[in-house]
């Protein structure tokens, strides 16, 4: 379910801490029910593009909106209209769940009989219903990763941003997880998600957002941009004789004229590889030649680029390190307590 309008509208965003620039230009925008995947390596530019949209930090120049609302000028606005789970869970001892969603629940100014409702409703989103009278501090990771989702909704808002959710889980805790993220979608909300699994990210991700350096290298769905980063497709020719992979290696380059380093072959995989920028209607004609000519093909498939491949096509450019680096500037300006403060305010 997407929007005609962008919920998340990001314009010309600039962050500078002195001489260093931690954001530099960023654009981009997602609709509601749309699941961002924004990712890069240490100090991108992740941790202070988030800051900004939650309100705890102001930008050099440029726009932040949600649903409308200015991120740097209605900060207040801002913290009804998001909610931001942190990579690290913020537990206290002694507390049982419901205590913890309660406590929570308050800060956010909600009365104690509508409080009760949203509890129960948000534990039921995440499946934790069964958790209400455990201890926090007792419960595994990927329990505490459920109820940091609870908690960041319990006063409804639009936006959820998720700081590496599925960092540390399980593989069960993780498809939890992506069921999670995906209802959440479902009913909506628009997600902004942190990562550095990217197989498992990308299995839920509409859109992505590559970042180094505080700029924005590549922005799009999976596919429009390996388009633009990738000139050409892969594709695999599955044989059944080791004998076959060199004759069948001449044939391919020879029917598409194609220049020997982009015809690979793996005798101990029984497989030719090769690279083409020829559209499906130009290559469908190869495997009935190859057949033609007396070819047992096994299998004949493109390979799919995935999330990694997308990832490191675009920062293998990199032209190394920073001096400084943009999460290790939010570091020495955060202030202590930041997520409570987020939560209160």
């Known amino acids: ?121 948000v534990l039921e989103i995440s499946n934790a219903t069964h958790m209400k009278d455990l201890f926090v501090e007792a419960l595994s990771h990927g329990m505490q990763q459920r109820i940091g989702v609870a908690r960041t909704l319990l006063h409804d808002p639009q936006v959820l941003i998720l700081d590496e959710p599925a960092n540390g889980l399980d593989p069960q805790a993780r498809i939890d997880m992506r069921i999670l993220l995906l209802k959440l979608a479902e009913m909506g909300k628009t997600l902004i998600v942190t990562s550095h699994i990217l197989p498992e990210l990308a ?70 590889r090769f690279a083409t920028s020829l559209s499906d209607l130009e290559l469908a ?11 047992t093909v096994a299998q004949y498939r493109e390979v799919t680029s995935d999330l990694e491949d997308a990832f490191l096509s675009v920062t293998k450019h990199d032209d190394g390190p920073a001096t400084a680096t943009a999460d290790t500037a939010d570091q020495d300006e955060r202030p202590a307590g930041s997520e409570e403060q987020a939560a209160s305010s």
């Open 203 to 272: 299995r839920v991700c509409d859109l992505v957002a590559i970042i180094t350096k505080g700029k924005l290298r590549a922005f799009g769905t999976l596919d429009e941009i390996m388009r633009d980063i990738r000139q050409k497709r892969t594709f695999e020719i599955q044989l059944v004789n080791v004998e076959q992979v060199d004759r069948v290696a001449a044939l391919v380059a020879a029917h598409l004229s194609a220049p020997p380093e982009d015809v690979t072959v793996a005798p101990a995989e029984t497989m030719v």
């Open 1 to 121: 379910m997407t929007s005609a309008s962008p919920v998340v509208e990001i314009k010309q965003l600039t962050k500078r801490y002195g001489d260093f620039t931690a954001l530099d230009s960023l654009s981009l925008s997602v609709g509601a029910g749309q699941i961002l995947g924004f990712i890069g390596p240490n100090g991108a530019g992740k941790t202070t593009t988030i800051r900004i949209l939650v309100g705890l930090s102001k930008a050099t120049s440029g726009t932040a909106s949600i649903s409308g609302a200015d991120c740097l000028q209605e900060s207040r606005k801002i913290k009804r209209l998001v909610g931001y789970m942190p990579d690290r869970f913020g537990s206290y001892d002694n507390m049982r769940v419901a205590e913890y969603l309660d406590f929570f629940g308050a800060a956010y100014g909600i009365g104690r009989r509508e409080r009760t409702r949203r509890i129960a409703e």
């Open 285 to 295: 004609p190869l495997l009935t030649h190859l057949i033609e000519q007396g070819e």
